[in-house]
């Protein structure tokens, strides 16, 4: 399945948070979404599932949007922020009602609590959770439906270096499963080590659409060619 | 249709799964249960207005005036822990139609104030019986008229929650609506004012619920269906 987005626009106020974005994310590989902070990633990625409107241009899901999905589940798994999560509900009712709502078995929502490890506090609140079980949560509920898409806005955030290589690997096998893996970081280590593909953005404008071979060829790391491509870009 | 059943049995499970609503049906009930003995005893002493006239019903109606609080509160944070709590972003992730999500609301809340409004009116009426020296008896009429009443002003009070999104805004409003403000407005006694407060939910509920006005029912209608629409409305305007 593919992300496409088309000339993706979105200010607040005075600031242009997003600023004509065009491109496309394909399956079968993990796709990085680069920049430092306040470039706009989250705010793409908010605008992909329907929750941000954009200002101008549209974000597409195999050429439709994501509220035209009846049961988006099926289609698109996403974590934006751990924390969006009600406190006081245990992690297995937050499941139970995500899977309910998208007529996703219950017994789904056993296997995905087994598959992050998070089967022990399942019936604990999630507001007793760590960050790192907050980040599982999250997790579980973005393969719930099992889906060809998986959107996930800085993952490895306040994760231990366990959390980081579970989720790094994660993201590398739901991609090599031919599935659309983007994911957004603004730590470049994490990218070079997990994407395939890099789109770099710096205050809301495309940077760069590249493989990171291509981006990372003829320097030393990431990180010199980083700061090569965005010089000037990202100072504000 | 398959698609709203969906987000109904969700908004179901979330309702049933934090402690909130547990509280605020037991303050609902503890409320109900302590008005009506208290305004039973008032009209065993001919303390109350309509002297001599009261049954158990009315009583139960009288003790509304306060268990309607804990209703009120457990229906706006339905819609309004959505946002105090960031859920409201998972939740449109897996439900992204605002209109579909906020109907499976309203259905929610409906559906629980209306059942448990029942049960507390046969409640209220249950404890004014077993003190009040005549006018007792099972009232079921008043019941249903009560758990109706309720189901209305939960969905006024998920509408607003959806149109103004903060608690704290959402219930003030609500309180001012349905509680506060009809009496300053009757203070006075004008003509004019007193059509205002008339027009209220809160008077309008009260006219239908003590005398069975049918215009009270269809304008406490009107303010639910009104506030959903507001919310419907602002709910899909603005990000989330
Ligand atoms: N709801 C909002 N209201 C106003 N400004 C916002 C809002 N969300 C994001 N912004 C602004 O948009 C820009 C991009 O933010 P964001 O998408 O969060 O960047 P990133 O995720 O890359 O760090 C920032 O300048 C941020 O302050
Ligand atoms: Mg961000």
């Excluded at chain 1, 598959?115 to 509920?141: E, F, H, N, P």
């Excluded at chain 2, 398959?2 to 987000?7: D, E, P, Q, V, Y």
């Excluded at chain 2, 029942?118 to 008896?137: E, K, N």
């Excluded at chain 2, 006075?188 to 059509?195: E, T």
Aim: include cysteine; hydrophobic fraction near 50%.
């Amino acid at each position: 399945m593919l992300i496409t987005l088309e000339k993706l626009t979105k200010r607040f106020g005075p600031v242009t948070a997003v600023d004509g974005l065009d491109l496309e994310i394909r399956p079968g590989r993990v796709t990085g979404f680069l920049g430092p902070n306040g470039a706009g990633k989250s705010t793409t990625m908010r605008m992909i599932l329907g929750l941000d409107r954009p200002t101008s241009g549209r974000a597409l899901l195999n050429g439709r949007p994501y509220c035209s999905y009846g049961k988006p589940l099926l289609k698109v798994g996403s974590l934006l922020e751990a924390k969006a999560v009600h406190p006081g509900r245990t992690g297995r009712n937050h499941l139970l009602a995500m899977a309910r709502s998208n007529g996703i078995p219950a017994r789904r929502v056993d296997e995905v609590l087994e598959a992050v490890g998070l089967t022990g506090a399942a019936r604990k609140r999630s507001g007793s959770y760590s960050m790192g079980m907050g980040q599982r949560l999250g997790i579980a509920g973005a393969l719930l439906g099992d889906p060809p898409v998986v959107i996930l806005d800085e993952p490895v955030n306040g994760l231990d270096p366990d959390g980081v290589r579970w989720i790094r690997g994660l993201m590398r096998g739901l991609a090599a499963e031919g599935r659309t893996v983007f994911v957004s970081s603004h730590l470049l280590s994490e990218m070079q080590v997990t994407a395939d593909h890099l789109i770099v953005i710096g205050r809301g404008r495309l940077i760069a659409d590249a493989p990171l071979d291509e981006i990372v060829a003829g320097h030393a790391s990431l990180e010199d060619a980083y700061y090569q491509l965005t010089e000037g870009t990202t100072l504000r | 249709m398959t698609l709203l059943r969906a987000a109904i049995g969700a908004e179901w499970i979330k309702l049933w799964t934090t402690r909130t609503v547990w509280w605020a049906l037991v303050a609902a009930l503890v409320l109900m249960a302590a008005g009506s003995g208290q305004y039973a005893l008032y009209a065993n002493n001919g303390d109350l207005d309509d002297q001599g006239t009261a049954t158990a019903g009315t009583v139960a109606v009288m003790a509304l005036g306060f268990a309607q609080l804990a209703f009120l509160a457990l229906a706006m944070l339905v819609m309004t822990s959505e946002f105090s709590t960031g859920t409201i972003r998972a939740t449109l992730s897996w439900i992204p139609s605002r209109g579909r999500l906020l109907l499976a609301k309203c259905a929610v809340v409906a559906a629980v104030t209306f059942v448990t409004g029942v049960v507390a009116g046969v409640a209220g009426a249950a404890v004014a019986t077993s003190l009040m020296d005549s006018g007792g008896g099972l009232d079921l009429t008043t019941a249903a008229k009560i758990g109706l009443y309720l189901a209305l002003l939960g969905v006024l009070a998920v509408g607003l929650g959806a149109a103004f999104r903060g608690p704290v805004v959402t219930l003030v409003v609500l309180l001012m609506l349905v509680v506060a403000v009809p009496p300053l407005l009757q203070v006075p006694d004008i003509a004019v004012l007193n059509g205002i407060a008339d027009a209220m939910p809160g008077v309008a509920g009260d006219h239908f619920l003590r005398d069975g006005s049918v215009v009270g029912l269809l304008i406490l209608t009107a303010w639910a269906v009104a506030a959903a629409v507001a919310g419907r409305m602002l709910l899909m305007k603005k990000d989330a």
